[in-house]
């Protein structure tokens, strides 16, 4: 967890404990919905051992279909992700951040949880604890898009690993968070179908793609320009899902009423073209691969590509993350190896950095579905980058490198390849699946 705890400890003093919502779901004739009303255009699916769900309706039967067939698993990541977190910070100072973010919601994002916990039979306070702790954990994760010359047809294609602790586990199973993965196809009544690897209990794991061709991805950016007083990325991902149809608008979408550090890669399929933006409370950047900003050393330029990891690249917001900007070098390796007292691991997320745009620059022309996948996993394999490796082994159970879900999509046409973790096998190191997101939408409810 990221130092917020001063912070917290405020906040508790001076506001009142959340208590879950209560809210009244009723038809238009007054009447409460029957579970068969709520589950019309629901239903699960399993191929090649991979989990589909499909959600359709309002946000709360979305999220009742989502709670209520996927219940064990639900309830299995709530209680791992209410365990991990106990570990640093009590469960009544994230449901006080809770509070605090909660007049920032959106009501639909507040209606979906609500119908999450109805259908998995949980607390309203227990799954909005767990996105506290989510939204705040300390995890990896990267983004790329690139299109035009740098890929073989010039289509844009956009890439995301999203990375969490392999530790976070269910206390009364022993099952962990990573293994209950899913696919999510989601229609909602008032927006945009959408593809989304995720989990049990999660809308997304930020990031996925959408009918007008919005691709985006997050990466957890630490930094000191923090505030509780706003949307969690949680929702204002989903949001871009749901309403974007534009890069321009899921900038503005996710540039509102912001909350802490991210990098954010999002990227349109017409015409083509793809942005890194990185925010914190007070500042933002967004820049596309001809910002002067993208080669400020030793970061490099790509052309026609972006990527980001979790450092900032932009000089004003990097300084409300670390002191030294070079995050490389003796003086870099020395702050991880002190990580406890410096709070500084920019020297691992370079290397990590550093292997993925190794392979960007190799396959640079040529890449496509299979091989802006392929980039990715051989970059958190690390085969040139033995540190990495060996960060990447001696760092298990902080995040770093470990692979929940791993995809590529061409949001141009909807296809999708995506890697799942297992029980002992990050996402990098499994054999990929292959989806459309119009395919899916075409399949009938059995």
């Known amino acids: 967890m990221r130092n917020i705890w001063i912070v917290l400890i405020c906040l508790v003093i001076v506001l009142p404990i959340a208590q879950g919502n209560s809210l ?42 989502h709670g209520y067939l996927l219940r064990e698993k639900v309830q299995e990541n709530i209680r791992a992700f209410l365990h991990f977190a106990n ?51 300390d995890h990896g994760c990267y983004g790329i898009a690139a299109w035009g010359p740098a890929t073989i047809d010039g ?94 608008e899921a900038l503005q979408i996710l540039n509102t009423n912001r909350t802490h550090g991210f990098n954010f890669i999002v990227s349109q399929a017409t015409p083509a073209e793809g942005f890194a933006l990185e925010q914190s409370a007070n500042y ?66 370079y290397q990590l950095y550093s292997s993925v745009s190794k392979g960007l620059n190799i396959s640079w022309g040529t890449m496509d579905l299979n091989g802006t996948m392929a980039v990715l996993q051989n970059g958190y394999r690390a085969s040139d980058f033995p540190l990495l490796r060996l960060i990447e082994i001696l760092g298990k159970g902080t995040g770093m490198a470990e692979a929940w879900n791993q995809w590529t999509a061409c949001p141009e046409n909807g296809d999708m390849v995506v890697s799942f973790a297992t029980h002992d096998q990050m996402a990098y190191q499994t054999e990929p699946h292959y989806f459309n997101l119009y395919s899916l939408l075409q399949e009938q409810q059995p």
């Open 24 to 65: 009244n779901h009723t038809r238009s004739n007054g009447q409460s919905p029957s579970r068969a009303d709520l589950l019309d255009g629901g239903w699960l699916e399993e191929r090649e051992n991979v989990t589909i769900l499909h959600v359709n309706g309002s946000n709360y039967q979305m999220g009742y279909q």
């Open 87 to 137: 570990t640093s910070i009590s469960y009544d100072a994230l449901l006080t951040m809770w509070d605090t973010m909660d007049v920032y919601i959106p009501q639909e994002c507040k209606d979906e949880l609500q119908g999450i916990a109805d259908g998995a039979n949980i607390s309203f306070n227990d799954i909005a604890v767990s996105i506290a702790a989510i939204e705040y954990a």
């Open 155 to 248: 289509k844009l294609y956009h890439a995301r690993s999203f990375d969490l602790p392999s530790t976070i586990q269910d206390p009364v199973t022993g099952r962990y968070a990573h293994e209950n993965t899913v696919l999510v196809v989601r229609k909602p009544t008032n927006g945009s179908v959408s593809l989304c690897p995720s989990i049990a209990g999660s809308f997304h794991t930020g990031g996925g793609i959408n009918e007008h061709g919005i691709a985006l991805g997050i990466q957890i950016c630490w930094s000191k320009d923090q505030t509780f007083q706003g949307n969690p990325y949680h929702f204002r991902v989903q949001q871009v899902l749901d309403y974007a149809t534009t890069a321009e």
């Open 284 to 349: 933002t950047y967004v820049g596309s691969y001809d910002n002067p900003v993208e080669s400020t050393s030793p970061f490099w330029a790509i052309e026609h590509v972006v990527r980001r990891t979790n450092v900032f690249i932009d000089p004003t917001i990097a300084a409300t993350q670390r002191k030294r900007y070079d995050p490389t070098g003796f003086i870099g390796f020395l702050n991880l190896l002190l990580y406890k007292k410096t709070n500084c691991p920019f020297f691992a997320v």
